[in-house]
């Protein structure tokens, strides 16, 4: 059974970076693509960006351009976003969320990042 | 003007069927467009439910039922997630989704559906 396990919360300061973890088990994670999104409090989703993990050649939603990088690490599985220059509006429930044709099929529990001025 | 807009609420009572609509901004041609449904219940991360382009190209979430189905409106340019036979527990959030391009989506802002 595909599942992934998303690292704890995180509070932060502003200005500060994050880096959350999504750890893939129970499918080939070389063969999907996985997407980042986020849900502030008592708000919608937003994209924030997608990555392939076997190239990890990744795209990046326009407002956080500059701010985020993802990555994958294949022989652990695991997939990483960095958020940087952290504003209080950063702070929101993030989740990784595997994307078979197209379909977000797999999500992680999320991780609540509060960014405190 | 938002890419998707969704109703903020909806009610229903139990047995009966709701129609969640999905309103595509006017430049977009929901014809065009897989729309893909989500479910959203308090403390938990969305889950897939549908994504439906045509009677021929659609797809269901593993373990949904098929009282969830979706299509399309043409004539109000919107995608539909029709619920039959409503439960209790399928009061939750509901989002659509597209894909803009070829690797960036977009939200609707969510319908609550309460069931009376």
């Known amino acids: 059974q595909a599942q992934l396990e998303q690292s704890g919360p995180e509070v932060k300061k502003a200005g500060a970076s994050v880096r959350v973890s999504c750890k893939a088990s129970?499918?080939?994670?070389?063969?999907?693509?996985l997407s980042w999104l986020r849900q502030a409090p008592g708000q919608g989703l937003e994209w924030v960006g997608w990555i392939s993990a076997v190239s990890g050649i990744a795209h990046y939603g326009q407002k956080f351009l500059g701010r985020v990088t993802m990555t994958t690490d294949i022989p652990t599985n695991t997939a990483f976003m960095e958020l940087r220059s952290l504003k209080p509006d950063d702070t929101a429930v993030y989740y990784c969320?595997?994307?078979?044709?197209?379909?977000?099929?797999?999500w992680g529990q999320g991780t609540l990042v509060t960014v405190h001025s | 003007q938002a890419v998707l807009t969704q109703p903020s609420s909806l009610s229903a009572s139990p047995g009966t069927s709701a129609s969640l609509t999905c309103t595509l901004r006017?430049?977009?041609?929901?014809?065009?467009?897989?729309i893909y449904w989500f479910q959203q219940k308090p403390g938990s991360p969305p889950q897939f439910l549908l994504s439906?382009?045509?009677?021929?190209?659609?797809?269901?979430g593993s373990g949904v039922p098929s009282r969830f189905s979706g299509s399309k409106d043409v004539s109000a340019n919107a995608g539909l997630l029709l619920i039959s036979g409503i439960h209790a527990e399928d009061e939750a959030d509901y989002y659509c989704?597209?894909?803009?391009?070829?690797?960036?989506?977009?939200f609707g802002g969510g319908t609550k559906l309460t069931v009376l």
């Open positions: 989704m597209i894909w803009h391009n070829s690797v960036s989506t977009v």
């Open positions: 129970g499918y080939t994670f070389p063969r999907s693509s």
């Open positions: 439906y382009r045509s009677d021929s190209d659609k797809g269901q």
């Open positions: 969320a595997r994307e078979v044709d197209k379909d977000y099929d797999v």
């Open positions: 006017s430049d977009i041609d929901v014809g065009s467009y897989k």
